[in-house]
């Protein structure tokens, strides 16, 4: 059973800064690209940021780029999500995901992938 756990969610100010984790557990992804989306109330799933599995490449999202950095721990199957210079635009439930298969790129849509986990809200207030 594949699981994907994110933590480090919460209620932040403007300009403030959050870290996500999403820890995989049940197989061993090796070679997996790893993915960062975000869903507001009443909006879409939006893709934010993907790594690859060396972390040698990342993808982001126009509205987070110099603000968000994605990175990894692959002993640790751990993928990091640093958000500094948060805005309230940026509230949203953030979930990790995986693709199916292995080598796999970067993609930029919820299609792109297979597994998802739960979720972690933030909240960024004005």
């Known amino acids: 059973q594949v699981q994907l756990a994110e933590s480090g969610g919460g209620l932040v100010q403007a300009g403030g800064s959050l870290r996500l984790s999403c820890v995989a557990s049940?197989?061993?992804?090796?070679?997996?690209?790893m993915g960062w989306f975000r869903q507001a109330p009443g909006k879409e799933r939006e893709f934010v940021a993907a790594i690859s599995w060396s972390g040698g490449r990342m993808r982001y999202t126009d509205s987070v780029k110099g603000r968000f950095t994605i990175s990894r721990d692959n002993v640790k199957n751990t993928v990091y999500l640093q958000m500094n210079s948060l805005k309230p635009e940026d509230t949203a439930v953030y979930s990790c995901?995986?693709?199916?298969?292995?080598?796999?790129?970067?993609?930029?849509?919820?299609?792109?992938?297979?597994?998802w986990g739960q979720g972690t809200q933030v909240t960024v207030s004005s």
């Open positions: 049940g197989r061993r992804f090796s070679g997996y690209a």
């Open positions: 995901a995986a693709p199916h298969s292995a080598g796999a790129g970067l993609g930029n849509s919820p299609h792109d992938y297979y597994y």
